[in-house]
C-alpha cells in the first residue's frame, strides 16, 4: 500500500503500467478497494498510471472540515510532486473531471494533454445532476433515481420491458461497500459539497494544453448541452460523443481506445 503526504493529509495512490505517465482523477464516489477499476483496464496496458483516492474516500484521509475544488486540484499536483512527475497526461472522469479542470487551471504547467469525460463546467456553462440532493435516500431508492438519469435509454417503458436488468442494474448500483467505515459519510458529503460548487466557466479560456471532451449521447448528469458548452470555451478542444450514458466508457468499446489514441497523439 502506498501513500503520499500531500500538505495536511495522506492520499492513497497505486501506480502500474509502463509507458507515458498518466494520472487518473476519479468521480464521485470513486474507491480503488472496489474492483475491478481503472487499474485493472486498458489504460494500466498503454501507459503508467497512477490513480488515488481523493481525500474523504476509499483509504486516503477524511478531515471532516469544508472541501474546496482547488483543495482536490492540489491534491493532484501534491501527487505528481511525490510521484516525480513534473508534469503527466490527466484524464478525469465525472466529479475527477471537475478536478481536473481545476488543475489545468492552477497548474497548467503540469497537464501535457487533457481528457474530460462525462463531466460539467458548472455555471452558466451548466452544473452536472445535483447529487448532493439525493444524499438522504437509501442506496436501493437512490438507485432507482439515478439509473434513468444516468442513462436517459432506461427510462420506465425500458424498466418494465426489461425488469431482469433494470433489477441487476439497481443491485450494483444499490452497493454501499465501506459505508460504515470510520469516516466515509463525512467525506463523501464533503465532496458532494465541493461538487456543487464548482464553476470554472468563466476561466476555461485559459486552458492551453490539448483538450478531449468525452461525453455519453445519453447522459442525463453530465448533459450533452454542458459537453457543448465545455467545447465552446476550451480554445481548441475536440468533443466525441460515445454511445452511451454516464458510463459510456464501458457501454462502448470504442470509447477508451479513442482516448488513448488522443492522449498519446
Known amino acids: 500500500m502506498a501513500f503520499a503526504r ?82 503527466a497526461k490527466v484524464m478525469g472522469v465525472s466529479f475527477g473531471g471537475m478536478v481536473a479542470q481545476e488543475l489545468a487551471l492552477r497548474h497548467p504547467q503540469r497537464v501535457e494533454r487533457l481528457v474530460l469525460a462525462c463531466t460539467s463546467p458548472g455555471g452558466a456553462g451548466g452544473a452536472s445532476y445535483p447529487l448532493h440532493e439525493l444524499d438522504a435516500l437509501d442506496a436501493e431508492s437512490r438507485a432507482r433515481l439515478l439509473i434513468p438519469i444516468s442513462d436517459v435509454r432506461h427510462d420506465e417503458a425500458w424498466a418494465k420491458a426489461n425488469p431482469e436488468h433494470f433489477a441487476r442494474l439497481v443491485a450494483q448500483a444499490a452497493q454501499a461497500l465501506y459505508a460504515d467505515e470510520p ?49 465552446s470555451r476550451i480554445p481548441g ?24 489514441a488522443f492522449l498519446n497523439a
Not at 460548487?197 to 471532451?213: K, Q, S, Y
Open 6 to 87: 500531500i500538505g495536511k493529509i495522506d492520499l492513497y495512490f497505486e501506480r502500474v503500467g509502463r509507458g507515458q505517465r498518466l494520472l487518473f482523477i476519479s468521480g464521485t464516489g470513486g474507491d480503488l478497494r472496489v474492483r475491478p477499476n481503472v487499474l485493472d483496464g486498458p489504460l494500466a496496458e498503454a501507459f503508467d498510471l497512477a490513480a488515488y483516492d481523493q481525500r474523504g474516500l476509499g483509504r486516503s484521509a477524511k478531515p471532516d472540515v469544508p472541501y474546496a475544488m482547488a483543495d482536490y486540484a492540489d491534491d493532484a499536483a501534491g501527487l505528481l510532486d511525490h510521484l516525480g512527475w513534473p508534469t
Open 237 to 260: 478542444s475536440a468533443l466525441r460523443f460515445f454511445e452511451g450514458g454516464h458510463l459510456f466508457m464501458i457501454q462502448d468499446k470504442a470509447a477508451l481506445p479513442a482516448m488513448i
Open 183 to 231: 469516516g466515509r459519510a463525512a467525506g463523501a458529503r464533503r465532496q458532494l459539497e465541493a461538487r456543487a460548487r464548482h464553476d470554472a466557466w468563466e476561466r476555461l479560456g485559459e486552458i492551453r494544453c490539448p483538450v478531449m471532451i468525452a461525453a455519453g449521447r445519453y447522459d442525463g448528469i453530465a448533459r450533452p448541452e454542458s459537453q457543448h458548452n465545455l467545447a
